[in-house]
């Protein structure tokens, strides 16, 4: 079926509808989309074809009529979805039914499940700011809802924004979120910005901005480059032997600093604007000509200053400046490294087709392509269409997902829950199910990306991404976690073989290339130096984002589907996996905290982290009974549990390295994870455990989903992400694990 999109707005708050270009504005320089109140939300249709997330604006009633809205689209635009109540669950088995029933409503067409990955404040402005330079704004319908979104995401109090939705407010969200808002056409004078720029001043003004916002003000033209710290790209021509060189960061950083430091180097402004010129004067408490752009490179909030810059960092920032640009760095010098970093973009956009790891490096390859490519490149065209996937349109309006989205990974948690509840040979869930093993067959990836050594790449034949087979970056969990749900389905009776062994070994193989020497698995690849390559981190509002570093849920992770590998296949390379699960089982034991816990870094924090280590200590036989790892392990979450049977826990606990109860209470997703891992570990006493189920159950809805509550997700220590399909993939699986341990026990 055609996807038709047409270009007529809405009817205006005052009168009939009119019809307006997508890029009409009263802006004469760069033209800017004009804002609506909000958009029919029944309007809104997201396409999943080929794993591949967009969504579309319909005004052609014709074109409705040929596309209705599913239940997935009323569901995560926030309409009335209006159906019935389920009976009430007597006991968990009939909960995890209940909440399939209404689970496989948002399956996608394709099989798998999506959902928004936001929460991050400093990735929308990213795109928005691409898109404006390269004088390819926003469509009006885009630009009404992007503004929704970060109106209701203001801080109620102050008016500024945060890192992350729950957060303080910071310069980072302050700053880059204030300027979308005017780029999409909010004039100055409305009250929430009026109440932003009040919390921006009050915190000192732009100059009080991170790294990360300078850089992006400046690429507009907002700043100069003089108050960027140096990124040379002559650190991509030092030799692969050096301690420093760039392969050796985690992949993160490395491509976002490599385009960043292209655009550094050549020093390219956007056009200036009227727009720009205004946002010259509301962004700084002093007057623009007589800032002092050098002097303020290193002048930051202390709400953005989570990694303070080391001394060390300093005065190497200060060396390049100082001394290596203007004596060292000669123009021959200067073009190498320009065309090197050139060389590196084009690899990251081949081998993605223009999709890129994440969008912060997807916006600034855009830039980098229109100002190498010229506005009509294909390379720049490419990259807007591919842009349009990352964005995500919610009850609030649009915002922009951490990645291209959660396709693989959230389709392979759904899979476990079923199966840990019993059900995967029910006739029932079988259509659910098969569509589900067909679409992770299709985003197998099934070879190594093109000059793999040459663009420093890890191997991935065989693996899954964590999004889709497009973006195509392999991590160690997502691989393990889509092979574990490949293997239970293919060796459940009545499931077609979709993914022969061969394919199987494939996975396995890159799976076992991932353990580091400690016996841990990183994430993307093994790490390649150590955690004193963060006196470099000049990122500031992040830490530990330097290098890879070793994680219990990665190595859990691989343990486990390894271990389950083993039992189908016991003679493909046995010696190698049992000395992996050896060594790796070993090293959860050392990573186990004083408390008993296990410090998460992907999920709030150690309930994520202690869940998964218990699952380890389990597949290899290490319970509560028998392991004083596991016992630990199960009395520190039982320390924890709340007089109403759930877990709570907050984000400040990824920062501040401590246990931190969530000021809201108990939560539905932190109470499965504690509940998985005590009944992993077998623990001993059935009470608390039919508590922390009962309040599952009691928090189900009638049509038998649960809702949203606090944020699930974090990286690099100090931001927080969405997993909203945690809600439904975790509780199930803890109400089924439940079930199929203890099938005599009633919870109420």
């Given at each position: 079926?055609?996807?038709?999109?047409?270009?007529?707005a809405p009817?205006?708050?005052?009168?009939s509808?009119?019809?307006?270009?997508s890029?009409?504005?009263?802006?004469?320089?760069?033209?800017?989309?004009r804002l609506?109140?909000?958009t029919?939300?029944?309007?809104?249709?997201?396409?999943?074809?080929?794993?591949?997330?967009?969504?579309?604006?319909?005004?052609?009633d014709?074109?409705?009529k040929?596309?209705?809205?599913?239940?997935?689209?009323?569901?995560f635009l926030g309409?009335?979805?209006?159906l019935?109540e389920?009976?009430?669950?007597t006991?968990?088995l009939?909960?995890?039914?209940?909440?399939?029933?209404?689970?496989?409503?948002?399956?996608?067409?394709?099989?798998?499940?999506?959902c928004?990955?936001?929460?991050?404040?400093?990735l929308?402005?990213?795109?928005?700011?691409?898109?404006?330079?390269?004088?390819?704004p926003?469509?009006?319908?885009?630009?009404t809802?992007?503004?929704?979104?970060?109106?209701?995401?203001?801080?109620?109090?102050?008016g500024?924004?945060?890192?992350?939705?729950?957060?303080?407010?910071?310069?980072?969200g302050?700053t880059?979120?204030?300027?979308?808002?005017r780029?999409v056409?909010?004039?100055?004078?409305?009250?929430?910005?009026?109440?932003?720029?009040?919390?921006m001043h009050?915190?000192?003004?732009?100059?009080?901005?991170?790294?990360w916002?300078?850089?992006w003000?400046?690429v507009?033209?907002i700043?100069k480059?003089?108050?960027?710290?140096?990124?040379?790209?002559?650190?991509?021509?030092?030799?692969?032997?050096?301690?420093?060189?760039?392969?050796?960061?985690?992949?993160?950083?490395?491509q976002?600093?490599?385009?960043?430091?292209?655009?550094?180097?050549k020093?390219?402004?956007?056009?200036?604007?009227d727009?720009?010129?205004?946002?010259?004067?509301?962004?700084?408490?002093?007057?623009?000509?007589?800032?002092d752009?050098?002097?303020?490179?290193?002048?930051?909030?202390?709400?953005?200053?989570?990694?303070?810059?080391?001394?060390?960092?300093?005065?190497?920032?200060?060396?390049?400046?100082?001394?290596?640009?203007?004596?060292?760095?000669?123009?021959?010098?200067?073009?190498k490294?320009?065309?090197?970093?050139?060389?590196?973009?084009?690899?990251?956009?081949?081998?993605?087709?223009?999709?890129?790891?994440?969008?912060?490096?997807?916006?600034?390859?855009?830039?980098?392509c229109?100002?190498?490519?010229?506005p009509?490149?294909?390379?720049?065209?490419?990259?807007v269409?591919?842009l349009?996937?990352?964005?995500?349109v919610?009850a609030?309006?649009?915002?922009?997902?951490?990645?291209?989205g959660?396709?693989?990974?959230?389709?392979?948690?759904?899979?476990?829950?079923?199966?840990d509840a019993?059900?995967?040979?029910d006739?029932?869930?079988?259509?659910?199910?098969?569509?589900s093993?067909?679409?992770l067959?299709?985003?197998?990836?099934?070879?190594?990306?093109?000059?793999?050594?040459?663009?420093?790449?890890?191997?991935?034949?065989?693996?899954w991404?964590?999004?889709n087979k497009?973006q195509?970056y392999?991590?160690?969990?997502?691989?393990?976690?889509?092979l574990?749900?490949?293997?239970?389905?293919?060796?459940?009776?009545?499931?077609?073989?979709?993914?022969?062994?061969?394919?199987?070994f494939?996975?396995v193989?890159?799976?076992?290339?991932?353990?580091?020497?400690s016996?841990?698995?990183?994430?993307?690849?093994?790490?390649?130096?150590?955690?004193?390559?963060e006196?470099?981190?000049?990122?500031?509002?992040?830490?530990n984002?330097m290098?890879?570093y070793e994680?219990?849920?990665?190595?859990t992770?691989?343990l486990?589907t390894?271990?389950?590998?083993?039992?189908?296949?016991?003679?493909?390379?046995?010696?190698?996996i049992?000395?992996?699960?050896?060594r790796?089982?070993k090293?959860?034991?050392?990573n186990q905290?004083?408390?008993?816990g296990?410090?998460?870094?992907?999920?709030?924090?150690?309930?994520?982290?202690?869940?998964?280590?218990l699952?380890?200590?389990a597949s290899?036989?290490?319970?509560?009974e028998?392991?004083?790892?596991?016992?630990?392990?199960?009395?520190?979450?039982?320390?924890?549990q709340?007089?109403?049977?759930?877990?709570?826990?907050?984000?400040?606990?990824?920062?501040?390295?401590?246990?931190?109860?969530?000021?809201?209470?108990?939560?539905v997703?932190?109470?499965?994870?504690?509940l998985?891992?005590?009944?992993?570990?077998?623990?001993?006493?059935?009470?608390?455990?039919?508590?922390?189920?009962k309040?599952?159950?009691?928090?189900?809805q009638?049509?038998?989903?649960w809702?949203?509550?606090?944020?699930?997700g974090?990286?690099?220590?100090?931001?927080?992400?969405?997993?909203?399909?945690?809600?439904?993939?975790?509780?199930?699986?803890?109400?089924?694990?439940?079930?199929?341990?203890?099938?005599?026990?009633?919870?109420?």
């Amino acid at each position: 079926m055609a996807r038709k999109q047409a270009t007529k707005a809405p009817a205006a708050s005052n009168g009939s509808p009119k019809k307006r270009s997508s890029t009409e504005s009263d802006d004469h320089d760069v033209k800017r989309p004009r804002l609506q109140e909000s958009t029919d939300k029944a309007r809104w249709r997201l396409s999943s074809e080929g794993g591949r997330h967009t969504w579309h604006y319909l005004e052609d009633d014709e074109a409705l009529k040929e596309w209705p809205q599913s239940y997935a689209d009323k569901y995560f635009l926030g309409m009335p979805l209006e159906l019935p109540e389920l009976p009430k669950a007597t006991n968990p088995l009939d909960a995890v039914r209940n909440g399939l029933t209404f689970f496989e409503k948002l399956q996608l067409p394709e099989g798998h499940w999506g959902c928004e990955y936001g929460g991050p404040m400093f990735l929308l402005p990213g795109v928005v700011i691409a898109r404006y330079v390269t004088k390819n704004p926003v469509p009006w319908y885009y630009a009404t809802e992007i503004k929704n979104y970060l109106f209701a995401r203001a801080n109620p109090v102050d008016g500024g924004w945060g890192l992350h939705i729950e957060g303080e407010s910071t310069m980072l969200g302050t700053t880059l979120n204030y300027t979308t808002l005017r780029l999409v056409g909010v004039e100055a004078d409305h009250p929430v910005m009026v109440k932003a720029r009040a919390t921006m001043h009050k915190m000192g003004g732009a100059i009080c901005a991170p790294h990360w916002a300078k850089f992006w003000l400046t690429v507009l033209g907002i700043m100069k480059w003089d108050i960027v710290n140096p990124v040379p790209p002559e650190l991509w021509l030092l030799p692969d032997w050096v301690p420093i060189a760039p392969w050796r960061w985690w992949i993160h950083m490395r491509q976002v600093f490599l385009p960043m430091s292209y655009l550094w180097s050549k020093k390219w402004q956007a056009e200036e604007t009227d727009l720009i010129r205004e946002l010259r004067k509301e962004l700084f408490v002093e007057d623009w000509d007589k800032i002092d752009w050098a002097g303020n490179r290193n002048t930051i909030h202390p709400n953005d200053n989570y990694h303070p810059k080391t001394a060390f960092l300093n005065t190497v920032n200060w060396l390049l400046v100082n001394i290596w640009s203007p004596i060292f760095r000669t123009k021959y010098l200067v073009d190498k490294a320009e065309a090197w970093a050139s060389e590196l973009i084009d690899m990251e956009d081949e081998n993605t087709d223009y999709s890129d790891l994440a969008p912060v490096n997807a916006a600034m390859n855009t830039v980098c392509c229109y100002v190498r490519d010229g506005p009509n490149a294909y390379s720049v065209r490419r990259h807007v269409e591919r842009l349009d996937e990352v964005l995500w349109v919610n009850a609030e309006g649009m915002l922009c997902n951490g990645t291209n989205g959660v396709q693989c990974w959230d389709t392979a948690f759904a899979i476990q829950a079923i199966m840990d509840a019993g059900l995967t040979e029910d006739p029932r869930w079988r259509p659910m199910l098969i569509k589900s093993l067909e679409f992770l067959e299709d985003q197998q990836i099934r070879e190594n990306v093109k000059d793999q050594d040459k663009c420093y790449r890890h191997p991935r034949k065989g693996a899954w991404a964590f999004s889709n087979k497009d973006q195509g970056y392999a991590v160690s969990d997502c691989v393990s976690e889509a092979l574990k749900s490949v293997i239970i389905l293919q060796k459940t009776p009545g499931f077609p073989t979709l993914i022969e062994d061969q394919r199987i070994f494939d996975a396995v193989d890159t799976m076992l290339t991932y353990q580091n020497p400690s016996g841990a698995c990183s994430s993307y690849e093994t790490p390649r130096a150590g955690q004193w390559m963060e006196v470099l981190n000049a990122a500031e509002v992040f830490g530990n984002i330097m290098v890879e570093y070793e994680y219990p849920e990665c190595t859990t992770a691989v343990l486990t589907t390894l271990s389950l590998f083993k039992k189908h296949w016991p003679n493909h390379r046995t010696a190698e996996i049992d000395n992996f699960i050896t060594r790796a089982v070993k090293w959860i034991k050392s990573n186990q905290k004083p408390h008993g816990g296990w410090y998460g870094n992907w999920g709030i924090c150690f309930t994520y982290a202690t869940m998964f280590a218990l699952e380890s200590l389990a597949s290899v036989g290490e319970t509560y009974e028998t392991s004083r790892y596991a016992k630990k392990g199960c009395d520190f979450l039982i320390a924890r549990q709340r007089e109403d049977g759930g877990w709570s826990e907050s984000y400040k606990a990824c920062e501040t390295g401590k246990y931190v109860e969530h000021p809201t209470g108990s939560q539905v997703v932190m109470t499965a994870w504690a509940l998985i891992g005590l009944i992993k570990a077998k623990y001993p006493d059935i009470e608390p455990i039919k508590k922390g189920i009962k309040l599952i159950m009691d928090r189900q809805q009638p049509n038998g989903e649960w809702l949203q509550e606090a944020i699930e997700g974090v990286f690099n220590k100090s931001c927080m992400i969405s997993y909203p399909n945690y809600k439904f993939s975790f509780p199930l699986k803890a109400l089924g694990l439940f079930a199929t341990r203890y099938p005599d026990e009633k919870v109420v």
